[in-house]
């Protein structure tokens, strides 16, 4: 008569299944956090760039020099404080732009009487003579430190000479 019940090989199968299986499950939602609070991250730039944006619109073509963007809070590289001088950034303008500049943001959210501080990098570069005396062209990067990786979104836009 056979008796009831598993073998021991048939509860260590049963046990390593049910492992990889919680090891899997812990794995997606680790996985599923960091996601999260990379577009997270990714919001906070994009709604600040957006502003930005603006900011730079407003000033019109002719308003766009390095004189009025330092108004603004744009500075060079070297005014830059350390926080917002994340390595790997290119510090140099590069064809076809005429000028770049700098400027640290640092955003404060608040959550369960927590404040945690996101710091980002927006350079702006600046071709002056997009096309012919009539528009600006200006790319926008923001910079941010993500996992101890440098990540970054480019934007670019145009603002047009008004007659």
């Known amino acids: 008569m056979k008796k009831q019940g598993l073998t021991l090989i048939e509860v260590l199968i049963a046990m390593t299944i049910l492992s990889?299986?919680?090891?899997?499950?812990?794995?997606?939602?680790?996985?599923s956090v960091k996601i999260n609070d990379m577009a997270s991250r990714q919001l906070?730039?994009?709604?600040?760039?957006?502003?930005?944006?603006e900011r730079?619109?407003?000033m019109g073509y002719?308003?766009?020099?390095?004189?009025?963007m330092a108004n603004i809070g744009y500075v060079t590289w070297d005014n830059l404080g350390g926080t917002y001088q994340l390595p790997?950034?290119?510090?140099?303008?590069?064809?076809p732009y005429n000028w770049c500049l700098f400027?640290?943001?640092?955003?404060?959210?608040?959550?369960?009487?927590?404040?945690?501080?996101?710091?980002?990098?927006l350079k702006i570069s600046v071709e002056e003579d997009f096309v012919e005396s009539f528009a600006r062209r200006i790319k926008m990067d923001a910079y941010w430190i993500f996992e101890n990786k440098l990540k970054n979104i480019e934007i670019i836009f145009v603002v047009g000479h008004r007659r």
């Open 88 to 95: 790997g950034i290119p510090q140099d303008f590069g064809a």
């Open 62 to 68: 002719f308003g766009i020099t390095p004189d009025n």
């Open 20 to 31: 990889i299986s919680i090891i899997g499950v812990v794995s997606i939602v680790i996985n």
């Open 56 to 58: 730079i619109k407003v």
């Open 44 to 53: 906070i730039v994009k709604e600040r760039a957006g502003a930005e944006i």
């Open 103 to 121: 400027r640290g943001i640092d955003v404060a959210k608040t959550i369960d009487g927590q404040t945690k501080h996101y710091y980002y990098t």
